[in-house]
């Protein structure tokens, strides 16, 4: 009896340490969420999703994370996730709906926020966020009354007044627009974007020097906004005080090189001073945005002026999440400096061809999202930057699987290798000195090591010369230090003694791969393979060098491989590999397809489906597998996703 007892106690404390291990992810999954280390707290919620599927709430944070990502569609996922589980959920419905505004799918955003405000009528985000939804799909009085809702029930919510002030503006009333500007200002007196805003409007309604005041109020709490100087130096430039506009139109380049209309604006005022570089200014403007093309000397100022009205107000990257993304709906006062003075004086509203509504209402659409996450600030922690889908990087496939091998000492490895049986029978027979893996890592810094292991396998040949296994394990060897050409002859001999390996196949596979790649480097001194997505301005524009390269015995060799072992994925994933060198990308997705059906959880095989779906101009299911990647540890997905499929 007592025995009993003491299993019981031992059961039931392991049910709790596990209970107490599961809570204590979702914390640290929470806090990383809290911090901005938003790559971790995925990491968390997979680990608490492993073990516990039925719970919502790892789903729901994961969702936020990927939100934060701007991984919108694998967000949206893992909130249908949580909402199936816990249909009444509010945040899910709302989150959901504020991914599929990010993703124009207006009409969807809309159902959610209606099943939020049923579940949470008096929650005054959800109704701002509507309003964005209905202005998108042109209900401007629908917007309204959202907005009005929202500020009964939150008077002092200053998105909304700010929201409201464009819904305004898209039915002409500017000067109900700037009433709840100065609405925002009374509640947020040190809210630099509500005074860039007014004075927008205020431009609108020809009162400069109002206007000029705002935007000094903007600069001096925001002296970064490049807006502000830009429009500020439209003000001056319509007062013709082009030094002045110069001036400004240089601070804001200095700030944000990419502001097309600003290069136009500073043209323009330096055509009017006859200073040089006009010319050169228009030629970056209309580079930057073709829409802003033209030819001074080709037209009369009257025409010159109406081409220069093509210019887009100055502008700012949308700010989804943040108070302070107001600031988009700067673009609701386009470029109204053009030229005239004889040649080049700023021309009245008389003279500049007026902007149809429709042409209004578009540049007004941009709107700022409130944050509605209930998610508690870290208290006295420094926010740490982690979206990580704003570095820069190569968008490059990724690397074939190798058999590998590392020092069983060291930490060099990011992530867990993947296991394989066939794998553990060579480890076995060798009492796991060395350590042979399948990897895709970089190994270069162990090739000593490798020279060491072969000499191993040189006296292991000269006692047993009949054993196919010390064979494969040398040719392995030989493959990480290049040395291609003995690779090749002791697999061949691995082959001869034992025609049954699949390893000695996918090895053989491997070595003639990256041998065909070395003489297709040297033939054209080109870099790794890259599937050039056709998005990209810069990548389409690169020189393709054709080269007549032949992989048939590569592929004969992969597929005598998988003949052997069906269920083998890296063989799958590196003939895909192959298959997008040789443009056969429908071939590869195929390939791809069967590796992850064997490995649910292969990473680097979502991530070059991803690749090669999104190639494919499938982007909704390129972003689905990039999503997974991401999820499953590939931080570059996420960069992929933002530049290519929102």
Same mark, same amino acid.
């Given at each position: 009896?007592?025995?009993?007892?003491?299993?019981?106690? @031992?059961?039931?404390?392991?049910? =709790?340490?596990?209970?107490?291990?599961?809570?204590?992810?979702?914390?640290?999954?929470?806090?990383?969420?809290?911090?901005?280390?938003?790559?971790?707290?995925?990491?968390?919620?997979?680990?608490?999703?492993?073990?516990?599927?039925?719970?919502?709430?790892?789903?729901?944070?994961?969702?936020?994370?990927?939100?934060?990502?701007?991984?919108?569609? /694998?967000?949206?996922?893992?909130?249908?996730?949580?909402?199936?589980?816990?249909?009444?959920?509010?945040? =899910?419905?709302?989150?959901?709906?504020?991914?599929?505004?990010?993703?124009?799918?207006?009409?969807?955003?809309?159902?959610?926020?209606?099943?939020?405000?049923?579940?949470?009528?008096?929650?005054?985000?959800?109704?701002?966020?509507?309003?964005?939804?209905?202005?998108?799909?042109?209900?401007?009085?629908?917007?309204?009354?959202?907005?009005?809702?929202?500020?009964?029930?939150?008077?002092? %919510?200053?998105?909304?007044?700010?929201?409201?002030?464009?819904?305004?503006?898209?039915?002409?009333?500017? +000067?109900?627009?700037?009433? #709840? @500007?100065?609405?925002?200002?009374?509640?947020?007196?040190?809210?630099?974007?509500?005074?860039?805003?007014?004075?927008?409007?205020?431009?609108?309604?020809? !009162?400069?020097?109002?206007?000029?005041?705002? %935007? #000094?109020?903007?600069?001096?709490? $925001?002296?970064?906004?490049?807006?502000?100087?830009?429009?500020?130096?439209?003000?001056?430039?319509?007062?013709? #005080?082009?030094?002045?506009?110069?001036?400004?139109?240089?601070?804001?380049?200095?700030?944000?090189?990419?502001?097309?209309?600003?290069?136009?604006?500073?043209?323009?005022?330096?055509?009017?001073?006859?200073?040089?570089?006009?010319?050169? #200014?228009?030629?970056?403007?209309? *580079?930057?945005?073709?829409?802003?093309?033209?030819?001074?000397?080709?037209?009369?100022?009257?025409?010159?002026?109406?081409?220069?009205?093509?210019?887009?107000?100055?502008?700012? *990257?949308?700010?989804?999440?943040?108070?302070?993304?107001?600031?988009?709906?700067?673009?609701?006062?386009?470029?109204?400096?053009?030229?005239?003075?004889?040649?080049?004086?700023?021309?009245?509203?008389?003279?500049?061809?007026?902007?149809?509504?429709?042409?209004?209402?578009?540049? &007004?659409?941009?709107?700022? @999202?409130?944050?509605? &996450?209930?998610?508690?600030?870290? *208290?006295?922690?420094?926010?740490?930057?982690? +979206?990580?889908?704003?570095?820069?990087?190569?968008?490059?496939?990724?690397?074939?699987?190798?058999?590998?091998?590392?020092?069983?000492?060291?930490?060099? %490895?990011?992530?867990?290798?993947?296991?394989?049986?066939?794998?553990?029978?060579?480890?076995?027979?060798?009492?796991? !000195?060395?350590?042979?893996?399948?990897?895709?890592?970089?190994?270069?810094?162990?090739?000593?090591? %490798?020279?060491?292991?072969?000499?191993?396998?040189? $006296?292991?040949?000269?006692?047993?010369?009949?054993?196919?296994?010390?064979?494969?394990?040398?040719?392995?060897?030989?493959?990480?230090? !290049?040395?291609?050409?003995?690779?090749?002859?002791?697999?061949?001999?691995?082959? $001869? @003694?034992?025609?049954?390996?699949?390893?000695?196949?996918?090895?053989?596979?491997?070595?003639?791969?990256?041998?065909?790649?070395?003489?297709?480097?040297?033939?054209?001194?080109?870099?790794?393979?890259?599937?050039?997505?056709?998005?990209?301005?810069?990548?389409?524009?690169?020189?393709?060098?054709?080269?007549?390269?032949?992989?048939?015995?590569?592929?004969?060799?992969?597929?005598?491989?998988?003949?052997?072992?069906?269920?083998?994925?890296?063989?799958?994933?590196?003939?895909?590999?192959?298959?997008?060198?040789?443009?056969?990308?429908?071939?590869?997705?195929?390939?791809?397809?069967?590796?992850?059906?064997?490995? *649910?959880?292969? =990473?680097?095989?979502?991530?070059? &489906?991803?690749?090669?779906?999104?190639?494919?101009?499938?982007?909704?299911?390129?972003?689905?597998?990039?999503?997974?990647?991401?999820?499953? /540890?590939?931080?570059?997905?996420?960069?992929?996703?933002?530049?290519?499929?929102?």
């Amino acid at each position: 009896m007592r025995k009993q007892i003491l299993i019981l106690l @031992l059961f039931v404390s392991k049910l =709790a340490f596990s209970q107490l291990n599961i809570d204590h992810y979702i914390e640290v999954g929470e806090t990383r969420v809290q911090v901005g280390n938003y790559v971790g707290a995925i990491e968390n919620f997979n680990i608490v999703i492993r073990f516990k599927p039925h719970l919502p709430e790892p789903y729901y944070y994961r969702a936020v994370a990927k939100h934060q990502l701007e991984d919108y569609r /694998g967000a949206i996922q893992d909130y249908n996730t949580a909402i199936d589980i816990k249909p009444y959920y509010p945040d =899910a419905y709302t989150n959901r709906a504020l991914a599929y505004l990010q993703l124009n799918d207006f009409a969807k955003a809309i159902a959610d926020y209606d099943r939020a405000i049923e579940l949470d009528p008096n929650n005054a985000n959800i109704y701002n966020n509507r309003g964005i939804a209905k202005i998108s799909m042109k209900d401007i009085d629908g917007a309204i009354a959202d907005y009005d809702k929202s500020l009964q029930i939150s008077p002092k %919510f200053t998105n909304a007044y700010i929201n409201r002030s464009n819904a305004r503006l898209q039915k002409n009333d500017i +000067k109900g627009a700037i009433k #709840d @500007l100065n609405q925002a200002i009374m509640i947020r007196p040190h809210y630099a974007n509500a005074y860039l805003l007014r004075g927008l409007a205020r431009f609108e309604l020809n !009162d400069y020097a109002s206007a000029l005041r705002d %935007f #000094d109020e903007c600069i001096k709490l $925001e002296p970064k906004s490049a807006s502000a100087f830009n429009n500020r130096g439209i003000v001056k430039q319509k007062l013709e #005080d082009f030094k002045g506009a110069i001036m400004d139109y240089n601070m804001a380049l200095s700030i944000d090189p990419t502001q097309a209309n600003a290069y136009l604006n500073r043209g323009i005022a330096k055509e009017n001073l006859k200073l040089p570089g006009s010319e050169e #200014d228009y030629a970056i403007a209309a *580079k930057l945005d073709p829409k802003l093309a033209f030819n001074s000397k080709e037209v009369d100022s009257g025409a010159l002026a109406q081409a220069k009205q093509k210019a887009n107000p100055a502008g700012q *990257k949308n700010q989804a999440q943040n108070t302070n993304a107001s600031a988009q709906n700067q673009n609701a006062t386009a470029q109204k400096t053009e030229t005239t003075d004889d040649q080049t004086k700023v021309a009245s509203d008389t003279e500049v061809k007026k902007e149809t509504k429709e042409e209004r209402d578009r540049r &007004r659409y941009k709107l700022s @999202l409130a944050d509605s &996450r209930n998610l508690p600030a870290p *208290k006295d922690q420094p926010v740490d930057d982690g +979206k990580i889908q704003n570095k820069n990087i190569e968008i490059d496939l990724q690397p074939i699987f190798v058999l590998s091998s590392y020092n069983k000492y060291s930490t060099d %490895f990011e992530r867990i290798q993947y296991y394989n049986v066939e794998l553990e029978n060579i480890n076995n027979f060798n009492n796991y !000195d060395p350590v042979v893996t399948i990897s895709n890592k970089s190994v270069n810094h162990l090739k000593d090591v %490798f020279k060491n292991y072969i000499l191993f396998f040189n $006296e292991k040949i000269k006692n047993n010369s009949k054993e196919s296994q010390n064979y494969l394990s040398r040719g392995i060897f030989y493959c990480l230090i !290049d040395d291609y050409n003995n690779s090749i002859t002791d697999l061949q001999k691995a082959i $001869e @003694l034992n025609d049954k390996n699949a390893l000695t196949y996918f090895s053989m596979a491997n070595c003639r791969l990256r041998m065909t790649e070395m003489i297709e480097e040297f033939k054209q001194n080109s870099e790794a393979l890259t599937v050039s997505i056709k998005k990209d301005p810069i990548q389409s524009k690169a020189t393709v060098i054709e080269t007549v390269t032949d992989y048939t015995e590569v592929l004969k060799d992969y597929e005598t491989c998988l003949q052997l072992n069906p269920k083998f994925p890296y063989a799958y994933f590196n003939r895909a590999y192959v298959k997008c060198k040789m443009k056969d990308y429908t071939g590869a997705l195929d390939d791809l397809n069967k590796a992850i059906d064997v490995e *649910k959880d292969f =990473a680097e095989a979502y991530f070059n &489906r991803g690749l090669t779906r999104i190639y494919l101009d499938d982007v909704e299911g390129g972003a689905i597998d990039l999503s997974k990647a991401g999820e499953l /540890g590939i931080q570059d997905a996420y960069n992929i996703i933002k530049r290519y499929c929102n």
